[in-house]
């Protein structure tokens, strides 16, 4: 067993190294266990369309009914298709196998209890769990469950038709799935809507030949981009592998990043729920918080993580979260969980409604100059002291946002560190007025950085 594939948000790794069928047996015994002995008895159950699914699919599903669990089985399907299930079946909680954006090799699950995906100590409960199995505590035996399958795209598709309400003018829209789960609702769905649909690499298909299924890289867009201009089309809409992060570009070939498609919709919800909350997380443009405070709203910055996002805007009422990765939670006529389809479906609303076409809104928001995020290899016993010695730095001669990391509030700019939760990484990014003081943040931060972890090596 490799402890490594229980991480912040969810369990990954590499399928056939960290997943043999064993493992996935104990796993399942593992999570059946979790959820039973918290009032779970009905859950729903997919999987992704990637090699091993089935193979994973498989021997979980027969460990989930083994721990008495009722077993809803969806299918192969998106996550927020599990999400979905979840609410429209009445469910007590939900298995998704999948590993989102991640190669080809591997694989993983997300896990629902209740209407919450699970996170942080509660996943580290499931690798406790299969430790005491291996010293010799096993749970009292149970009835098994029973297991039946369930069609959710149909309800789903329905479901978003009903939602969005598309305004007078209309366009051409290009949807890249990436080879993922995404395609086969989106393209139905905004079809249903009455949108002309360019549908690129939107068959399933789990050897991702086309491109990574990754809409946070720019070169994974370039497809979509020359698709755009050779059709015409409005806009670019592309889904990560399992659905449930967006990305958008316009017909010049600029990427909307998530925090600028937070300050679209934010502009649009606020004229009709003035005073409204959202959510974001530490990477966002300062702009953006500026930008939805101007009119009118409440922002907060919040932690990354889908899952620390979720339970954010559910303590603070917040009516939408996103976060730089492409995650959008719709609370506002939705159900506050990150799903890239809907979210499509609510910027092609957005745009028909409006006489400006993407690229005018484009033009319309706030211009400062930031990198991209810059991911800096720092070894896991480290990270996380590497980055408090540099918020105690600065935190001496610059006001700091200790939310998640350290985020520098320079008089020009902000700049950013915080150790990844998925990997031997400090994740950074830095934002300024004009490219030569951005220049200099950046090199401040690194600069900083790197004495730290000389120090911290030398020490050893």
């Known amino acids: ?59 979980i599903r027969a460990r989930l009914l083994a721990a008495g669990l009722d077993v809803l089985d969806i299918g ?111 393209v139905p769905i905004l079809r249903r809507l009455g949108v002309e649909v360019d549908p690129l690499f939107c068959e399933p298909d789990g050897r991702f030949p086309n491109h990574h299924p990754d809409p946070t890289v720019p070169e994974n867009l370039v497809a979509l981009v020359a698709r755009l201009q050779a059709t015409g089309s409005e806009i670019g809409i592309a889904l990560d592998g399992d659905a449930d992060r967006i990305g958008v570009v316009d017909p010049r070939g600029r990427i909307v990043w998530g925090d600028q498609l937070l300050m679209l919709f934010a502009r649009e919800i606020l004229r009709e729920r003035p005073g409204a909350t959202f959510v974001s997380e530490v ?39 996103g976060e730089m990765s492409g995650h959008m939670f719709f609370a506002d006529r939705y159900f506050g969980f990150d799903d890239a389809v809907y979210a499509a479906a609510r910027v092609v609303e957005l745009l028909s409604k409006s006489a400006e076409h993407l ?7 706030p211009v400062v100059h930031n990198t991209p995020e810059i991911r800096v290899e720092c070894a896991d016993d480290i990270k996380f002291e590497v980055v408090r010695r540099a918020r105690e730095h600065y935190e001496a001669r610059y006001p700091v946002i200790a939310v998640d990391g350290a985020r520098v509030q320079f008089d020009d700019g902000w700049g950013l560190v915080r150790a990844s939760n998925t990997g031997p990484v400090l994740v950074l990014r830095c934002e300024a007025r004009n490219p030569a003081r951005l220049a200099e943040i950046r090199a401040d931060i690194e600069t900083t950085l790197a004495r730290i972890k000389a120090s911290l090596t030398s020490d050893k």
């Open 1 to 59: 067993m490799n402890p490594r594939v229980f991480r912040e948000y969810d369990i990954r790794g590499v399928a056939e190294r960290d997943f043999p069928d064993d493992f996935v047996a104990e796993l399942g015994d593992a999570i059946g266990e979790h959820l039973f002995e918290n009032g779970a008895r009905h859950i729903t159950l997919a999987r992704d369309c990637r090699l091993s699914s089935p193979r994973i699919h498989r021997v």
């Open 76 to 186: 192969m399907v998106h996550t927020p298709g599990l999400y979905f299930s979840v609410f429209h079946l009445a469910a007590d909680g939900g298995v998704m196998i999948t590993a989102s954006h991640n190669p080809e090799e591997d694989n993983g699950f997300k896990i629902m209890r209740g209407k919450g995906t699970i996170f942080g100590a509660e996943i580290q409960q499931l690798l406790h769990r299969i430790e005491r199995r291996h010293a010799g505590s096993k749970p009292a035996p149970v009835a098994p469950g029973k297991g039946v399958d369930v069609d959710i795209l149909t309800p789903y598709i329905e479901h978003i038709v009903g939602n969005i309400h598309l305004g007078p003018r209309r366009f051409k829209v290009v949807v890249d799935a990436g080879n993922g789960m995404g395609g086969i609702s989106a």
């Open 283 to 321: 990477k966002c443009s300062q702009v953006m918080y500026n930008d939805i405070a101007a009119h009118g709203g409440r922002a907060i910055m919040w932690k990354v993580g889908h899952s620390l996002i979720k339970t954010k805007m559910k303590e603070e009422k917040a009516v939408l979260a």
């Open 359 to 365: 690229s005018a809104m484009i033009d319309s928001l």
